[in-house]
Every structure is written in C-alpha cells, then in structure tokens.
C-alpha cells in the first residue's frame, strides 16, 4: 500500500521513528510508512494508492487566534480555486481531507474561498475529522460522505526514558487569546496554589510575563520532557482541535482539565472534562485535585491507563488500515 501526505512543508519523503519533532501528522505518517509531499507538487503525486490532503489554515485564520486580520490575498485560494482534486484522483486511487485546526476555520475566509472549500470536500473521497465532536459536522456539510474520526497520535521512541517528577507546579495550555482561553486556565490554575507556567507562542498577549511563566518553543521531544516536570494541568480552550496536549499530559500521568468536546481529554481524563463554558466545576476540580492526594492519584493513574487503552500507535494502525483496506 501506497501511501502520500500533502502539507505546506517543503520535505519530502518518510519520517523517521526517532524524528526530534514527531508531533501529531508526523506521528500519523510514520504510522501509515507514508511518504510526505509538498501540496503545490500536486500535478506531479502519482502512482499512490491513498493521499491524505492537510490544508494550510491560511493568513487571515490567525485573527481567530488574535494576530491581526490581513488584507492580503488569502494564501489558500489559489489552491482550492485549481482543481487540486479532480488532478490528484486522476493520477491516484483515493484522495482524503484531514481537518486542520477546528471545523469552521474557513469561515474566515471571503465567501468564494468558503465555497471553494466545500467543493474540496465535496470532491475528496472521504473526510478524517479530529474528534467524533466534529464528524456530524461534516456527515451535515457533505451528506453520504464516509467522514472518520482519525485519533491524534504520539510516537514514543525518543520519550520512553522520561520519568515525570510532578513538581508542585502547574502548566496551562495557552496563552490569552480566544483561540487557546489562556485567561480562564490561569484562573482555574490559581487553585492549585502552586507556580503557574505556559507555551510561548504567536497568541502571546503583551503582560503575560507578569503573570506566569513561560517554556521556551522547543522541538515535541524537548516539550515532553519539559511537561514532564508538571504535576498539574488545565487547558480550557474553546477551540475544539487535535487535543494533543490533552493526550502528552495523560501520557506522563499528569491530570488535566479541559474541554469535554476533544476526544483525547475526554476519553484520557473522563472525571476531569468539563463543558467549555463552565468554569465553576474546572475550579472545583482544581481545588479537588490540590487538596484530596486519592482523588490526584486516581486521575493520574486513569489517564495513563486510558493513554494506552485508546491511543497506542498498533490500535492507531489497526483502525485505519481497516478503513483504507474497505
């Protein structure tokens, strides 16, 4: 079986087991032996027997993150305006959309590049979605369209020596934009008592450094590491993606609280998910796991339990080559 991911990356070809940066799609291609193609060489991916197609989010996305709103021409246009499907099932047998980032992110675009966007998925031979959430979103958009919800993925070669240390400290999933809600995971950290830490990243608001900390942006393997130092987590974002950080802190154990609506905190850390909007139950929860060491020691073995129960890379296979296969 042959197999070819397209992304905005320059590299070609396969990914290593023992890559310094395996996050999620290079986790999902070295699990699938895939081969990785830049997107624009489209005319040119022949010959392969499944291709999975991840969309650039594009330039006016990030105002959604809190970066300002462009004017400029939206870089993904130009792709979805060719016929970037209709070309690649002429040279290969099947051709799949893999969501990237939420499911409305297009709807920043200007109306054609909405509607060019729906004749994407319209033309692709199926949908993977992130989380089950977000396959009746697409199973509504694109009805009769087989949509899968395709799991998040860690590789564990280069992080099975880490031991985590659970420090008395807690680490929140990101910064203070809507797009991460960094200020209501601060809040809810508060409970905890403990020092509060965060990523750095592009949504990074000017104050932040007054507040909480932050880790330096490192390589996946290097972050897990740095994670791994963590004894409590919160990552209230309302924006229902990929989960990974969800599923890095289920792996070392680390209890989280977050977003019920994303698979990897829902199914890793069932007691600890909350619906988005209530805050109320995320600080009890903090202040549950701070104060009663059974209640810690029970989400905290859960999660590593339910890490290996979901998510290990032979079920990852097993699934979906089950689907390719059909």
């Known amino acids: 079986m042959k197999i070819a991911f397209l992304t905005e990356m ?15 799609e ?3 291609m070295y699990a699938l032996e895939a081969e990785h193609r830049n997107i624009h060489q489209f005319p040119n991916i022949k010959d392969y027997n499944h291709v999975f197609i991840i969309f650039p989010k594009g330039k006016t996305f990030l105002s959604a993150e ?10 993904v246009s130009g792709l979805l305006a060719s016929d970037i499907v209709t070309i690649l099932k002429q040279n290969n047998q099947k051709v799949y959309y893999i969501q990237e980032g939420p499911h409305w992110w297009y709807n920043d675009y200007e109306l054609s590049d909405q509607i060019n966007f729906y004749n994407l998925l319209v033309s692709c031979d199926a949908i993977f979605s992130h989380n089950e959430y977000d396959t009746t979103y697409y199973k509504g958009l694109v009805p009769n369209k087989p949509v899968y919800a395709l799991p998040t993925l860690m590789i564990e070669d280069n992080i099975s020596h880490i031991v985590p240390k659970y420090e008395e400290k807690a680490i929140i999933g990101g910064n203070f934009a809507r797009w991460y809600g960094g200020f209501e995971s601060y809040l809810v950290a508060q409970e905890f008592g403990v020092e509060i830490w965060g990523q750095t990243s ?3 608001r000017n104050g932040e450094e ?15 590491e740095q994670l791994s130092q963590f004894k409590y987590a919160v990552h209230l974002m309302p924006t229902v993606a990929a989960g990974t950080f969800s599923l890095n ?6 209890p989280c609280i977050g977003n019920k609506s994303v698979d990897t905190q829902r199914l ?3 007691e600890l998910s909350v619906d988005i909007a209530d805050i109320e139950s995320a600080r009890n929860l903090a202040n549950k796991l701070s104060t009663n060491q059974d209640f810690y020691n029970k989400c905290s073995q859960e999660a590593k339990e339910n890490y290996n129960r979901y998510y290990k890379i032979d079920l990852f296979k097993q699934k ?5 296969n059909t």
């Open 320 to 324: 979906l080559f089950s689907i390719l």
């Open 268 to 270: 890793c850390h069932p």
């Open 26 to 28: 290079f986790a999902w």
């Open 249 to 254: 802190c289920a792996y070392l154990g680390i």
């Open 10 to 24: 320059g590299f070609e070809g396969k990914i290593p087991s023992n890559h310094l940066n395996m996050r999620t």
């Open 210 to 224: 007054q507040l909480f900390n932050h880790l330096p942006r490192v390589m996946w393997n290097e972050w897990m």
């Open 66 to 75: 809190g970066s300002s709103l462009s004017n400029q021409p939206n870089p």
């Open 202 to 204: 592009h949504a990074m």
